[in-house]
Protein backbone atom coordinates (compact mmCIF):
# COMPACT_ATOMS: atom_id res chain seq x y z
CA UNK A 1 0.00 0.00 0.00
CA UNK A 2 1.30 3.45 -0.74
CA UNK A 3 2.08 6.24 1.58
CA UNK A 4 1.56 9.82 1.44
CA UNK A 5 5.08 11.46 2.31
CA UNK A 6 4.96 12.35 5.77
CA UNK A 7 4.25 16.02 6.50
CA UNK A 8 6.28 18.19 8.75
CA UNK A 9 5.37 18.57 12.12
CA UNK A 10 2.39 20.97 13.04
CA UNK A 11 2.13 23.46 15.25
CA UNK A 12 0.34 23.09 18.77
CA UNK A 13 -2.36 24.70 20.10
CA UNK A 14 -0.64 27.30 22.94
CA UNK A 15 -4.05 25.95 25.07
CA UNK A 16 -4.43 22.02 24.52
CA UNK A 17 -1.86 20.99 22.69
CA UNK A 18 -3.41 19.93 19.68
CA UNK A 19 -1.89 20.29 16.04
CA UNK A 20 -3.08 23.33 14.14
CA UNK A 21 -3.46 23.81 10.48
CA UNK A 22 -1.19 26.82 9.40
CA UNK A 23 -5.22 28.41 8.26
CA UNK A 24 -6.49 27.82 11.59
CA UNK A 25 -7.63 30.91 13.56
CA UNK A 26 -9.33 29.07 16.39
CA UNK A 27 -8.26 25.44 17.97
CA UNK A 28 -10.69 22.61 16.69
CA UNK A 29 -10.52 21.36 20.19
CA UNK A 30 -10.61 24.10 22.48
CA UNK A 31 -11.70 26.95 20.84
CA UNK A 32 -8.66 29.04 21.83
CA UNK A 33 -8.41 32.10 19.96
CA UNK A 34 -4.90 31.69 17.65
CA UNK A 35 -4.71 35.38 16.88
CA UNK A 36 -3.55 36.62 20.06
CA UNK A 37 -0.48 34.26 19.76
CA UNK A 38 2.46 36.62 18.44
CA UNK A 39 4.42 35.43 15.25
CA UNK A 40 6.99 33.17 15.45
CA UNK A 41 10.09 34.40 14.81
CA UNK A 42 12.28 34.39 11.30
CA UNK A 43 15.36 33.11 13.05
CA UNK A 44 16.16 29.32 13.07
CA UNK A 45 18.29 28.71 16.02
CA UNK A 46 20.57 25.62 16.28
CA UNK A 47 18.39 23.98 19.36
CA UNK A 48 15.05 25.39 20.64
CA UNK A 49 13.36 25.10 23.40
CA UNK A 50 9.67 25.88 22.71
CA UNK A 51 9.35 22.78 20.06
CA UNK A 52 7.66 25.06 17.73
CA UNK A 53 10.86 25.43 14.87
CA UNK A 54 10.37 23.84 11.77
CA UNK A 55 13.27 22.36 9.31
CA UNK A 56 15.31 24.76 7.24
CA UNK A 57 13.77 24.66 4.00
CA UNK A 58 17.16 23.39 2.64
CA UNK A 59 17.06 20.32 4.53
CA UNK A 60 13.37 19.83 3.87
CA UNK A 61 13.37 19.89 0.62
CA UNK A 62 16.42 17.00 0.66
CA UNK A 63 14.26 14.61 2.62
CA UNK A 64 14.40 13.51 5.72
CA UNK A 65 18.32 11.98 6.55
CA UNK A 66 18.20 11.22 9.85
CA UNK A 67 15.94 11.96 13.01
CA UNK A 68 15.40 15.64 14.03
CA UNK A 69 16.90 16.92 16.91
CA UNK A 70 15.40 20.54 18.04
CA UNK A 71 13.71 20.74 14.68
CA UNK A 72 17.34 20.47 12.61
CA UNK A 73 18.47 17.73 10.83
CA UNK A 74 21.84 15.33 11.93
CA UNK A 75 23.05 14.58 9.29
CA UNK A 76 24.87 10.45 9.10
CA UNK A 77 22.69 9.06 12.24
CA UNK A 78 21.42 5.77 12.15
CA UNK A 79 17.47 5.99 12.47
CA UNK A 80 17.45 3.75 14.64
CA UNK A 81 18.45 6.62 17.46
CA UNK A 82 21.53 8.58 17.91
CA UNK A 83 23.46 9.21 21.02
CA UNK A 84 24.12 12.49 22.55
CA UNK A 85 26.51 12.90 25.54
CA UNK A 86 25.73 9.36 26.10
CA UNK A 87 21.98 9.86 25.94
CA UNK A 88 19.64 7.38 23.65
CA UNK A 89 17.02 8.66 21.79
CA UNK A 90 14.87 6.62 20.12
CA UNK A 91 13.41 6.95 16.58
CA UNK A 92 11.01 4.36 16.55
CA UNK A 93 7.82 6.13 16.53
CA UNK A 94 6.45 9.70 16.58
CA UNK A 95 5.29 10.34 20.62
CA UNK A 96 3.11 13.35 21.27
CA UNK A 97 6.65 15.22 21.81
CA UNK A 98 7.55 14.17 18.72
CA UNK A 99 4.43 15.17 16.85
CA UNK A 100 4.90 18.55 17.82
CA UNK A 101 8.47 18.42 16.85
CA UNK A 102 10.11 18.44 19.85
CA UNK A 103 13.36 16.45 19.79
CA UNK A 104 13.89 13.97 23.09
CA UNK A 105 17.35 15.84 23.41
CA UNK A 106 15.80 19.16 23.65
CA UNK A 107 15.35 18.65 27.38
CA UNK A 108 17.55 16.98 29.76
CA UNK A 109 16.97 12.99 30.77
CA UNK A 110 15.10 12.49 33.75
CA UNK A 111 14.48 8.93 35.92
CA UNK A 112 10.79 7.78 36.51
CA UNK A 113 10.53 9.88 39.59
CA UNK A 114 11.38 12.85 37.94
CA UNK A 115 15.11 13.50 38.93
CA UNK A 116 17.28 13.91 36.14
CA UNK A 117 19.33 11.65 35.04
CA UNK A 118 23.45 12.60 34.97
CA UNK A 119 24.47 13.52 31.38
CA UNK A 120 27.16 10.92 30.36
CA UNK A 121 25.63 7.92 32.25
CA UNK A 122 24.66 5.84 29.83
CA UNK A 123 21.18 5.87 30.28
CA UNK A 124 18.65 5.65 28.10
CA UNK A 125 15.45 8.19 27.80
CA UNK A 126 11.90 6.71 27.58
CA UNK A 127 10.14 8.16 25.17
CA UNK A 128 6.89 9.03 26.79
CA UNK A 129 4.84 8.07 29.77
CA UNK A 130 5.02 4.28 31.44
CA UNK A 131 7.48 3.32 28.72
CA UNK A 132 10.54 1.45 30.08
CA UNK A 133 14.04 2.68 29.30
CA UNK A 134 15.61 1.10 26.75
CA UNK A 135 19.42 0.95 28.43
CA UNK A 136 20.38 0.09 31.40
CA UNK A 137 18.80 0.56 34.84
CA UNK A 138 18.54 4.23 36.25
CA UNK A 139 20.85 5.40 38.45
CA UNK A 140 19.63 6.00 42.07
CA UNK A 141 18.81 9.59 42.77
CA UNK A 142 21.22 11.77 44.76
CA UNK A 143 20.69 12.71 48.47
CA UNK A 144 18.73 15.76 49.20
CA UNK A 145 20.85 19.25 48.50
CA UNK A 146 23.78 16.83 46.74
CA UNK A 147 24.87 18.75 43.66
CA UNK A 148 24.08 17.28 40.24
CA UNK A 149 27.12 16.32 38.57
CA UNK A 150 28.15 18.38 35.47
CA UNK A 151 27.64 17.49 31.54
CA UNK A 152 31.16 15.72 30.21
CA UNK A 153 32.62 17.09 26.97
CA UNK A 154 30.77 16.22 23.87
CA UNK A 155 30.97 13.21 22.25
CA UNK A 156 32.63 13.55 18.57
CA UNK A 157 30.59 10.27 17.59
CA UNK A 158 26.94 11.92 18.24
CA UNK A 159 27.48 13.95 15.29
CA UNK A 160 25.96 17.00 17.79
CA UNK A 161 28.04 19.42 19.22
CA UNK A 162 29.36 19.79 22.41
CA UNK A 163 26.08 18.35 24.50
CA UNK A 164 24.19 21.31 23.24
CA UNK A 165 21.20 19.73 22.47
CA UNK A 166 20.88 18.34 26.01
CA UNK A 167 21.25 21.57 27.84
CA UNK A 168 19.66 23.51 25.30
CA UNK A 169 22.94 26.31 25.28
CA UNK A 170 25.94 26.13 23.51
CA UNK A 171 29.12 25.21 25.07
CA UNK A 172 31.16 25.61 21.87
CA UNK A 173 31.22 28.78 22.40
CA UNK A 174 34.13 30.61 24.58
CA UNK A 175 32.90 31.97 28.29
CA UNK A 176 32.85 36.03 28.56
CA UNK A 177 33.99 37.45 31.51
CA UNK A 178 31.56 39.70 33.52
CA UNK A 179 34.07 42.70 32.54
CA UNK A 180 36.32 43.81 30.07
CA UNK A 181 39.32 45.44 30.94
CA UNK A 182 40.31 48.53 29.79
CA UNK A 183 43.29 49.03 28.37
CA UNK A 184 46.23 50.24 30.64
CA UNK A 185 47.68 53.34 29.95
CA UNK A 186 51.37 54.34 28.82
CA UNK A 187 53.40 55.04 31.84
CA UNK A 188 55.39 57.32 29.53
CA UNK A 189 52.52 59.69 28.30
CA UNK A 190 50.94 59.66 32.16
CA UNK A 191 53.91 60.46 33.99
CA UNK A 192 54.54 63.33 31.34
CA UNK A 193 51.02 64.48 32.05
CA UNK A 194 52.01 64.83 35.54
CA UNK A 195 55.15 66.66 34.94
CA UNK A 196 53.27 69.19 32.91
CA UNK A 197 50.36 69.43 35.55
CA UNK A 198 52.93 70.22 38.55
CA UNK A 199 54.70 72.59 36.61
CA UNK A 200 51.88 74.74 34.89
CA UNK A 201 50.53 77.73 36.47
CA UNK A 202 46.46 77.52 36.88
CA UNK A 203 44.73 80.98 36.11
CA UNK A 204 43.72 82.71 39.32
CA UNK A 205 40.58 84.25 37.24
CA UNK A 206 39.01 81.53 35.59
CA UNK A 207 40.87 78.71 37.65
CA UNK A 208 40.51 76.50 34.12
CA UNK A 209 43.45 77.72 31.75
CA UNK A 210 47.59 77.49 31.83
CA UNK A 211 49.41 80.78 32.52
CA UNK A 212 52.22 81.38 29.74
CA UNK A 213 55.28 82.54 29.76
CA UNK A 214 54.18 86.35 29.63
CA UNK A 215 52.47 86.16 32.83
CA UNK A 216 48.59 85.96 31.14
CA UNK A 217 46.76 83.45 30.73
CA UNK A 218 45.82 81.36 27.50
CA UNK A 219 41.88 80.93 28.31
CA UNK A 220 40.45 84.17 29.68
CA UNK A 221 43.46 86.76 28.80
CA UNK A 222 43.74 87.86 32.73
CA UNK A 223 47.16 88.86 33.47
CA UNK A 224 48.34 86.73 36.80
CA UNK A 225 49.60 88.27 39.94
CA UNK A 226 53.24 88.86 39.87
CA UNK A 227 55.05 87.12 43.36
CA UNK A 228 55.95 90.77 44.47
CA UNK A 229 51.84 92.09 44.38
CA UNK A 230 51.70 90.77 47.81
CA UNK A 231 54.58 89.40 50.14
CA UNK A 232 54.57 89.11 53.80
CA UNK A 233 57.43 88.62 56.03
CA UNK A 234 57.73 87.71 59.74
CA UNK A 235 61.15 87.58 61.40
CA UNK A 236 61.09 86.80 64.77
CA UNK A 237 59.23 89.67 66.93
CA UNK A 238 58.97 91.88 63.67
CA UNK A 239 57.04 91.72 60.19
CA UNK A 240 56.33 93.22 57.23
CA UNK A 241 53.72 93.05 54.71
CA UNK A 242 53.42 94.75 50.83
CA UNK A 243 50.62 95.11 48.50
CA UNK A 244 50.32 96.49 45.00
CA UNK A 245 47.01 97.93 45.95
CA UNK A 246 43.89 98.23 44.03
CA UNK A 247 45.04 100.78 41.19
CA UNK A 248 48.56 99.90 40.32
CA UNK A 249 49.33 97.29 37.68
CA UNK A 250 52.78 96.64 39.46
CA UNK A 251 54.20 96.44 43.11
CA UNK A 252 57.41 99.06 43.05
CA UNK A 253 57.71 98.77 46.91
CA UNK A 254 59.90 96.77 48.30
CA UNK A 255 61.30 95.89 52.49
CA UNK A 256 64.17 94.14 54.05
CA UNK A 257 64.34 92.71 57.62
CA UNK A 258 66.90 91.51 60.03
CA UNK A 259 68.06 90.50 63.33
CA UNK A 260 71.43 90.83 64.83
CA UNK A 261 73.75 91.15 67.74
CA UNK A 262 76.02 94.81 68.78
CA UNK A 263 79.01 93.52 70.69
CA UNK A 264 77.88 93.24 73.81
CA UNK A 265 75.55 90.69 72.63
CA UNK A 266 72.32 92.89 72.95
CA UNK A 267 70.28 92.26 69.99
CA UNK A 268 69.39 95.04 67.26
CA UNK A 269 66.61 94.78 65.15
CA UNK A 270 66.56 96.31 61.24
CA UNK A 271 63.46 97.18 58.62
CA UNK A 272 63.83 99.28 55.64
CA UNK A 273 61.31 99.83 53.45
CA UNK A 274 61.72 101.91 50.11
CA UNK A 275 59.27 103.17 47.28
CA UNK A 276 60.20 103.39 43.42
CA UNK A 277 59.67 106.72 41.74
CA UNK A 278 57.15 105.80 39.51
CA UNK A 279 57.76 108.72 37.14
CA UNK A 280 61.30 106.86 36.70
CA UNK A 281 62.59 104.15 35.32
CA UNK A 282 62.58 100.70 36.39
CA UNK A 283 61.46 102.11 39.98
CA UNK A 284 60.27 98.72 40.98
CA UNK A 285 63.83 97.60 40.65
CA UNK A 286 65.35 100.43 42.16
CA UNK A 287 63.21 100.03 45.31
CA UNK A 288 64.37 95.97 45.37
CA UNK A 289 68.13 97.08 45.26
CA UNK A 290 67.91 99.71 47.69
CA UNK A 291 66.10 97.89 50.27
CA UNK A 292 68.57 94.71 50.09
CA UNK A 293 71.71 96.69 49.88
CA UNK A 294 70.38 98.88 53.19
CA UNK A 295 69.36 95.65 54.71
CA UNK A 296 72.68 93.94 54.49
CA UNK A 297 74.85 97.50 55.10
CA UNK A 298 73.40 97.24 58.72
CA UNK A 299 73.38 93.65 59.32
CA UNK A 300 77.09 93.94 58.73
CA UNK A 301 78.34 96.89 60.23
CA UNK A 302 76.29 96.95 63.83
CA UNK A 303 77.54 93.51 65.05
CA UNK A 304 81.29 95.73 64.44
CA UNK A 305 80.16 98.07 66.79
CA UNK A 306 79.75 100.85 64.35
CA UNK A 307 76.79 103.30 66.07
CA UNK A 308 73.39 102.96 64.97
CA UNK A 309 73.08 106.67 63.50
CA UNK A 310 75.91 106.20 61.99
CA UNK A 311 75.33 102.78 60.66
CA UNK A 312 72.13 104.00 59.42
CA UNK A 313 73.77 106.93 57.28
CA UNK A 314 76.33 104.46 55.59
CA UNK A 315 73.37 102.33 54.49
CA UNK A 316 71.45 105.19 52.92
CA UNK A 317 74.78 106.36 51.28
CA UNK A 318 75.30 102.21 49.80
CA UNK A 319 71.56 102.11 48.90
CA UNK A 320 72.23 105.47 46.56
CA UNK A 321 75.32 104.07 44.91
CA UNK A 322 73.30 101.06 44.30
CA UNK A 323 70.28 102.56 42.74
CA UNK A 324 72.39 104.60 41.10
CA UNK A 325 74.05 101.07 38.84
CA UNK A 326 71.18 100.68 37.67
CA UNK A 327 70.97 103.82 35.10
CA UNK A 328 74.85 102.14 33.56
CA UNK A 329 72.49 98.92 33.02
CA UNK A 330 71.49 97.55 29.26
CA UNK A 331 67.69 97.45 30.56
CA UNK A 332 67.35 101.06 31.60
CA UNK A 333 68.32 101.69 28.41
CA UNK A 334 65.95 99.53 26.89
CA UNK A 335 63.35 100.78 28.93
CA UNK A 336 64.07 104.23 28.87
CA UNK A 337 61.63 106.59 27.35
CA UNK A 338 61.70 109.82 27.14
CA UNK A 339 60.80 112.37 29.26
CA UNK A 340 61.72 109.63 32.41
CA UNK A 341 64.09 109.76 34.87
CA UNK A 342 66.54 107.42 35.82
CA UNK A 343 65.40 104.46 38.43
CA UNK A 344 64.86 106.46 41.79
CA UNK A 345 62.93 105.47 45.00
CA UNK A 346 62.95 107.02 48.16
CA UNK A 347 63.71 104.91 51.95
CA UNK A 348 62.91 105.30 55.27
CA UNK A 349 64.50 102.46 57.60
CA UNK A 350 64.44 102.00 61.60
CA UNK A 351 67.22 100.35 63.89
CA UNK A 352 65.76 99.10 67.43
CA UNK A 353 67.92 97.87 70.19
CA UNK A 354 67.30 97.59 74.22
CA UNK A 355 67.68 101.54 74.90
CA UNK A 356 67.96 102.84 71.41
CA UNK A 357 65.65 103.43 68.29
CA UNK A 358 67.18 105.48 65.68
CA UNK A 359 65.47 106.61 62.07
CA UNK A 360 66.73 107.28 58.78
CA UNK A 361 65.33 109.08 55.68
CA UNK A 362 65.27 110.48 52.37
CA UNK A 363 61.70 111.47 50.21
CA UNK A 364 58.12 110.55 51.81
CA UNK A 365 58.59 107.62 53.13
CA UNK A 366 57.59 107.53 57.13
CA UNK A 367 58.02 105.91 60.36
CA UNK A 368 55.99 106.63 63.33
CA UNK A 369 56.18 105.52 66.86
CA UNK A 370 53.07 104.50 68.81
CA UNK A 371 53.45 103.91 73.11
CA UNK A 372 52.20 100.33 74.07
CA UNK A 373 50.49 102.80 76.40
CA UNK A 374 47.54 104.36 73.83
CA UNK A 375 47.08 107.19 77.20
CA UNK A 376 50.83 108.38 75.83
CA UNK A 377 50.67 110.50 72.83
CA UNK A 378 52.03 109.11 69.32
CA UNK A 379 54.56 110.78 67.35
CA UNK A 380 55.75 111.26 63.55
CA UNK A 381 59.51 110.52 63.49
CA UNK A 382 60.56 111.20 60.17
CA UNK A 383 60.09 114.53 58.08
CA UNK A 384 58.73 113.98 54.43
CA UNK A 385 61.49 115.48 51.61
CA UNK A 386 57.76 117.00 49.54
CA UNK A 387 56.93 119.92 48.10
CA UNK A 388 53.87 120.09 50.89
CA UNK A 389 56.50 119.48 53.43
CA UNK A 390 59.06 122.77 52.25
CA UNK A 391 55.52 124.92 52.23
CA UNK A 392 55.22 124.01 55.91
CA UNK A 393 58.55 124.64 56.59
CA UNK A 394 58.34 127.53 54.99
CA UNK A 395 55.29 128.76 56.50
CA UNK A 396 53.66 129.86 53.08
CA UNK A 397 51.09 127.47 53.53
CA UNK A 398 49.36 125.64 56.42
CA UNK A 399 49.66 121.46 56.47
CA UNK A 400 45.98 120.82 55.72
CA UNK A 401 46.48 123.78 52.66
CA UNK A 402 49.35 121.67 51.64
CA UNK A 403 48.98 118.37 51.65
CA UNK A 404 45.24 119.28 50.26
CA UNK A 405 47.42 121.00 46.66
CA UNK A 406 47.93 118.87 44.06
CA UNK A 407 51.84 119.18 44.30
CA UNK A 408 51.90 117.98 47.82
CA UNK A 409 53.28 114.88 46.82
CA UNK A 410 56.05 115.78 44.38
CA UNK A 411 59.34 114.58 46.29
CA UNK A 412 62.33 116.72 46.43
CA UNK A 413 64.90 114.02 47.70
CA UNK A 414 65.53 110.38 46.28
CA UNK A 415 67.65 108.01 45.72
CA UNK A 416 69.02 108.02 42.17
CA UNK A 417 71.21 108.83 39.40
CA UNK A 418 69.84 112.49 38.74
CA UNK A 419 69.23 113.35 42.15
CA UNK A 420 69.69 116.78 42.95
CA UNK A 421 71.74 116.48 46.02
CA UNK A 422 71.73 113.28 48.69
CA UNK A 423 71.37 114.24 51.86
CA UNK A 424 70.16 111.32 54.60
CA UNK A 425 68.46 112.15 57.21
CA UNK A 426 69.23 110.29 60.13
CA UNK A 427 67.33 110.79 63.93
CA UNK A 428 67.93 108.72 67.64
CA UNK A 429 65.14 108.47 70.22
CA UNK A 430 65.35 106.98 73.58
CA UNK A 431 61.78 106.22 74.51
CA UNK A 432 61.45 105.86 78.24
CA UNK A 433 57.99 103.12 77.50
CA UNK A 434 57.54 100.36 75.51
CA UNK A 435 55.97 100.62 71.66
CA UNK A 436 55.96 99.79 68.29
CA UNK A 437 58.02 101.48 65.17
CA UNK A 438 55.72 102.00 62.08
CA UNK A 439 57.92 101.89 59.17
CA UNK A 440 55.94 102.78 55.90
CA UNK A 441 54.89 104.15 52.01
CA UNK A 442 52.67 106.82 51.44
CA UNK A 443 50.51 104.08 50.43
CA UNK A 444 49.77 103.52 54.19
CA UNK A 445 50.13 107.21 55.46
CA UNK A 446 47.52 108.86 53.14
CA UNK A 447 44.89 106.92 54.84
CA UNK A 448 45.85 107.33 58.31
CA UNK A 449 48.42 110.64 57.94
CA UNK A 450 48.61 112.08 61.57
CA UNK A 451 50.24 110.40 64.56
CA UNK A 452 46.79 109.89 66.22
CA UNK A 453 45.09 108.15 63.16
CA UNK A 454 47.82 106.13 62.65
CA UNK A 455 47.85 104.51 66.46
CA UNK A 456 44.20 104.26 66.09
CA UNK A 457 44.34 101.78 63.10
CA UNK A 458 47.03 99.63 64.66
CA UNK A 459 46.01 96.87 66.75
CA UNK A 460 46.66 97.35 70.77
CA UNK A 461 48.75 93.64 70.72
CA UNK A 462 50.91 95.45 67.83
CA UNK A 463 54.27 94.25 69.87
CA UNK A 464 53.12 90.28 70.40
CA UNK A 465 51.49 90.09 66.57
CA UNK A 466 53.16 92.09 64.37
CA UNK A 467 52.61 90.34 61.20
CA UNK A 468 48.66 90.61 62.24
CA UNK A 469 48.83 94.19 62.94
CA UNK A 470 51.10 94.71 59.63
CA UNK A 471 48.33 92.99 57.61
CA UNK A 472 45.61 95.10 59.53
CA UNK A 473 47.28 98.18 58.41
CA UNK A 474 47.39 97.06 54.75
CA UNK A 475 43.63 96.02 55.27
CA UNK A 476 42.58 99.73 55.70
CA UNK A 477 44.83 101.29 52.78
CA UNK A 478 43.03 98.79 50.74
CA UNK A 479 39.45 99.54 52.08
CA UNK A 480 40.33 103.22 52.14
CA UNK A 481 40.81 102.73 48.26
CA UNK A 482 44.10 100.86 47.75
CA UNK A 483 45.26 104.14 45.45
CA UNK A 484 48.97 103.43 45.71
CA UNK A 485 51.24 100.59 46.69
CA UNK A 486 50.99 99.62 50.84
CA UNK A 487 54.15 98.28 52.57
CA UNK A 488 54.69 98.72 55.48
CA UNK A 489 57.01 97.05 58.68
CA UNK A 490 56.27 96.75 62.41
CA UNK A 491 58.91 96.92 64.92
CA UNK A 492 58.66 96.48 68.57
CA UNK A 493 60.65 98.47 71.25
CA UNK A 494 62.47 97.25 72.91
CA UNK A 495 64.33 94.98 70.97
CA UNK A 496 63.59 91.75 72.99
CA UNK A 497 66.54 89.18 73.98
CA UNK A 498 67.33 86.71 71.14
CA UNK A 499 65.69 83.90 70.45
CA UNK A 500 62.16 85.54 71.69
CA UNK A 501 59.54 85.98 69.17
CA UNK A 502 56.06 87.32 68.67
CA UNK A 503 53.27 85.55 70.41
Partial sequence: MSQMPRQAA??????????????????????????????RPDDHPTLTMNGSAQPAPAQAAAGPTGPTVSGTAVPGAALSGIT???????????????????????????????????????????????VPPSGPAAPVP?????????????????????????SGVRFDRPSEPDEYALQAPDPRVAAEAAVVAETA??????????????GYCENCGHAQPRERDHMELESGPLAAVSDRGLRHHRNEDAFGLGRTALPDGSPALV??????????????????????TARESLLAALPQGTHPQQAMHEAIVAASHAVNALADEPATAREHAPHQNAPACTLVGSIVTPGLLVVGWVGDSRAYWVPADRSSPPARLTEDDSWAAQMVAAGLMSEAEAYADERAHAITGWLGADAYELEPHTASFKPDRPGVVVVCTDGLWNYAEAAEEMAEVLPPDASARPLHSARVLVGHALDGGGHDNVTVAVVPFPAPAQGAGSA
Fill in 10 to 39: LPPCPSCAEPLDAADRFCGACGYDLSAVPS
Fill in 84 to 130: ANGAGVSGAGPSRAGASGVAAAALPPQSASGVPVPQGSGASVPQGPG
Fill in 142 to 166: PAPGAPLPSAPPASGASGVTGGAGV
Fill in 201 to 214: QVCVACRAGRVDDD
Fill in 271 to 292: AIVCDGVSSATRPDDASLAASK
